[in-house]
């Protein structure tokens, strides 16, 4: 409800709204006050221009063309609306059939469906008028009908993704049958969408009608609605324009509106409409050709390609700005790889958002310093920045559903890329999109790349993103999770070939991971992340054995290896991460460290170098922990993380 | 207790066959671990044996019966990512009383979602929370829960922990081994993790391009590995030298 009410609160929402309910309204009471002023028939007033006593003139019979206008607003929506419903629930039933159906029929009526949307909706309209007979009832079915195709369209697209989700295969596996997971599981999933699309159907609804009754295919004499005054206005337009400009008018106002309606409350849900096209997350790429960029910062006697200090990410919240990074400083030097670990919600992907400029507003990042290959990215974005980011930085996301295209062949994704900035040609960018999907460990890339993502399993998919990020020759690559999806061996596998081009080319990897055994066995340096601030930096050798801060040890304790003890519970970090938006005083993790004193609640730790280089933020670092993993420990935990909700 | 058996199961999506003739036996009370690499069609022999995904030839049977296509099994299945497997839309409480044998009262529903969210160490008075309002680990255990619910013979658990974050992923595990032993469940339990597998599973089975390759007690598997393959996964296995773990 809250998402509807922030509907209204745009100029474009709110007018929309209120012209809408004012279009509704008119359609009820207009009849009842003129419809005698409609009807008014005046023989000695007959096709007069516009005049105080009728402000939009009389027609042949030397009725008032303005009050006929305004008693037409009924029969109008009604007609729209009636033609509306036709075309969801014909739309509905051929949206559903391939899920009810099951694989082969639903993919004819698919098929057909298809077909029938690639038909533009008038001639639709006109073959169904023609077949149902001149007149208002066949004007609704032929609007209704031609509308069907594009919303069963939108039904089955909706209706497939909804449920090729796991609370449906959830849902079957319990035995609940699929008429009725349609009813409890999909339609609620997919109904906001819907209505939405709805909506903007019956504004086109209306202006369909007003084209149909203009051709004189619609509504007949003596009924009237805006199509048909629009009809007869035009006959005479010579004499008195305003008889069809007022009709033509109220068709646009009351489309516009019903139109605007729909299209402003799918913007304040975040609901797709027809024919939108999903957005694509910045496909990560480098260029070779422009290395010279990347050669000058190293020329310039930097060995650093990047440099943060007091990097910040705020997003404005309910009640003040809501801060996920807090001050994060660190550095990555030439050829170095280092490892961000911490739970998710410490502020790692943040991190390396703000590192790629891809935070997006309201989002802001605040930086003392923010330097690629000594450019500051705080400045304004120009274009030698975005060449400077394309191709000097390659990043690799951590959801490889979303970062494809589901109807393009991944070959083609993988080299447009290198097409686009290595100006490679067709043949040799595919080459090489082949050439890094094997890389990638890609059973067959060349039959693979031929193939779309949804043909690929998950994994494969993952992989398939790594191999975009290495199609080019980046010197800084930026890794969220990329292995988190993975098995083992292809995990390995990764992190070898990542290790391969960072030793080949001198690259410098940022490898951000929940995994602390994947850091730790990659990385030179890791950086533990808690409540958007570093507590610890230290090298990943000494991950296991020297770890200083609590969070750390705790980190490292909690997954299970190949020594762990099979017969005692495994060690559980108690309690929740913190929230963002409620960040204590004192340490942030005061509340589940089991070495908490009253000064770690009052006083928050600084980050503090030692003579080494490792940094670690607690009042107690190093200070023994006595991990009791037994029964209570596990119970009090369970109870805690229940009672944090 | 049931015994959950695979005999000579194929699955083909078009050309590709993600299953290939695939004979496996979860015997009762135990838990069998099955691993390998993404795309060796691990979670095809799962989605299998639910029903969720054509098998072109052979057997999948619980306690001897095969397992019926549509309508309550005799199985139950944890998916990977307890974001996606819990309807958005739906109370905690509902999801978990939808997957229940019908015919209960309202009194006895409600008292028996109590009891499983009990089970899996949730607040019986949070039925009514929407999945948006749990963290990941707690999801799980409503996916748990609801997986119980169905009063199953067979649990199969697909990739549970590895949507998780590390500090929760061991909560989950020691819930696993604590249902498994309180229920006397069978349970396959699919990961990629082989030191998760080897903490859970007595049994290990190895899987690659459809195939079991290996397969054997968890320990002996682990120790003497008789397939190449198996070597290959062991010595990719991730670790840090020395662990730190508290001696007892
Ligand atoms: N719906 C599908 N359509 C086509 N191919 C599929 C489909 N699902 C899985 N596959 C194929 O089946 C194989 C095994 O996939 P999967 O069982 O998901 O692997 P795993 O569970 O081991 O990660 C892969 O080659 C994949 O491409
Ligand atoms: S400062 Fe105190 S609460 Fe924070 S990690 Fe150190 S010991 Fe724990
Ligand atoms: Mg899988």
């Not at chain 1, 009807?39 to 042949?60: E, V």
């Not at chain 1, 509504?219 to 010579?238: M, N």
């Not at chain 2, 496996?24 to 390998?36: E, H, R, T």
């Amino acid at each position: 409800m809250k998402r509807w009410m922030s509907v209204l609160r745009t100029p474009v929402g709110l007018t929309a709204t209120v012209l809408s309910i004012g279009v509704l309204v008119l359609a009820v009471v207009a009849p009842l006050l003129w419809t005698d002023n409609a009807d008014a028939i005046d023989t000695d007033d007959i096709l007069a221009g516009p005049s105080a006593q009728h402000w939009a003139g009389t027609d042949n019979l030397g009725r008032d063309i303005f009050y006929r206008t305004l008693v037409a607003t009924r029969l109008s929506v009604e007609l729209a609306l009636a033609a509306t419903v036709i075309a969801v629930v014909v739309g509905l039933l051929i949206g559903t059939a391939p899920y009810l159906l099951g694989r082969r029929p639903g993919r004819v009526v698919l098929a057909g469906t298809n077909i029938a949307v690639a038909f533009p909706g008038i001639l639709l309209a006109l073959f169904f008028a023609v077949i149902f007979g001149v007149g208002a009832k066949g004007a609704v079915l032929a609007i209704g009908f031609a509308g069907a195709p594009t919303f069963g369209r939108l039904t089955q697209t909706l209706v497939a993704g909804i449920s090729s989700r796991d609370f449906v295969a959830a849902a079957h596996v319990a035995g609940v049958p699929r008429l009725r997971i349609l009813f409890r599981h999909v339609l609620p999933n997919v109904s906001e969408p819907l209505v939405v699309n709805a909506t903007i159907g019956a504004g086109a609804a209306l202006l369909s009608f007003a084209g149909l009754s203009f051709l004189g295919l619609g509504v007949q004499q003596p009924a009237y609605d805006w199509g048909r005054l629009l009809f007869d206005g035009i006959g005479s337009i010579y004499v008195n324009p305003a008889a069809a400009l007022a009709p033509g008018i109220a068709v646009l106002v009351a489309g516009l509106a019903f139109n605007l309606f729909g299209e402003s409350v799918a913007k304040g849900l975040g609901v797709g409409v027809v024919g939108g096209i999903p957005a694509l997350p910045p496909s990560p790429e480098a260029l070779e050709a422009d290395a010279p960029a990347a050669e000058q910062a190293h020329g310039s006697g930097t060995d650093l390609v990047l440099d943060v200090r007091d990097l910040e990410v705020a997003f404005p919240g309910p009640t003040g700005p809501i801060r996920p990074v807090r001050g994060v400083s660190f550095s990555v030097r030439r050829g170095e790889a280092l490892g961000i670990v911490g739970e998710s919600g410490s502020g790692k992907s943040l991190t390396a958002l703000a590192v790629s400029r891809l935070v997006e507003a309201p989002g802001r990042v605040d930086a003392a310093r923010l330097d690629l290959l000594g450019s500051d990215l705080r400045v304004e974005e120009t274009k030698a920045q975005r060449r400077l980011l394309g191709t000097s930085l390659a990043m690799v996301f951590q959801d490889p559903m979303t970062s494809f295209n589901p109807t393009r062949r991944m070959g083609g994704q993988l080299a447009e890329g290198a097409r686009h900035h290595q100006g490679l040609d067709r043949a040799s960018a595919l080459a090489r999109a082949v050439d890094r999907m094997r890389a990638v460990r890609i059973s067959e890339p060349e039959r693979r790349a031929h193939q779309y993502p949804h043909e690929f399993s998950g994994g494969m998919r993952q992989r398939a993103m790594i191999g975009m990020g290495l199609m080019g020759s980046p010197a800084l690559i930026v890794a969220d999770e990329p292995t988190t999806a993975l098995d083992v061996t292809v995990q390995q596998q990764v992190l070898d070939l990542l290790a391969a081009i960072r030793a080949a080319e001198d690259v410098a990897l940022v490898l951000i991971s929940h995994d602390v055994t994947v850091v730790g066995e990659v990385c030179d340096r890791v950086l533990v992340m808690y409540a958007g601030k570093i507590v610890e930096d230290l090298p990943a050798a000494d991950l296991a054995a020297t770890a200083r801060h609590p969070y750390t040890r705790a980190l490292v304790a909690a997954v299970p290896d190949m020594d762990t003890d099979l017969d005692a519970p495994l060690a559980v970090i108690p309690g929740r991460p913190v929230d963002p938006a409620d960040v204590p005083a004192g340490c942030a993790f005061a509340a589940r460290c089991p070495l908490a004193t009253a000064r770690c609640h009052a006083e928050e730790p600084p980050l503090e170098a030692d003579g080494t280089g490792r940094r670690v933020a607690c009042w107690h670092a190093g200070e023994p922990i006595d991990l009791e993993v037994d029964g209570s420990l596990l119970g009090r935990d369970e109870r805690e993380e229940v009672e944090a909700r | 207790m049931s015994e959950l058996r695979f005999e000579g199961v194929t699955v083909r999506y078009g050309a590709t066959t993600a299953v290939d003739d695939v004979s496996l036996v979860v015997p009762p009370g135990s838990v069998v671990g099955l691993v390998g690499e993404s795309g060796s069609g691990k979670s095809t022999l799962a989605r299998a044996a639910v029903g969720l995904a054509p098998v072109c030839a052979g057997l999948i049977t619980v306690g001897g019966a095969p397992v019926p296509s549509r309508g309550r099994r005799p199985l139950q299945m944890v998916f990977q990512d307890p974001y996606s497997s819990l309807d958005p839309r739906m109370s905690i409480g509902e999801s978990v009383a939808e997957a229940m044998p019908r015919g209960a009262g309202r009194a006895e529903r409600r008292a028996e979602v109590a009891r499983l969210l009990e089970l899996v160490h949730l607040d019986p008075t949070r039925a009514a929370a929407r999945p948006a309002e749990l963290s990941g680990g707690q999801r799980q255990r409503v996916a748990l829960a609801r997986a119980l619910a169905g009063r199953p013979q067979v649990v199969i658990a697909d990739e549970i922990t590895s949507a998780l974050d590390v500090s929760i992923q061991g909560a989950v595990l020691n819930l696993v081994r604590e249902l498994q032993r309180e229920l006397g469940l069978s349970i396959l339990f699919i990961s990629h993790n082989l030191a998760v597998v080897r903490y859970v599973a007595t049994h290990v089975a190895v899987m690659r391009d459809g195939r079991i390759v290996e397969e054997g007690a968890t320990d002996r598997v682990l120790a003497a590995p008789d397939h190449d393959y198996t070597r290959e996964l062991l010595a990719a296995v991730p670790g840090l030298s020395t662990p730190t773990r508290s001696p007892r």
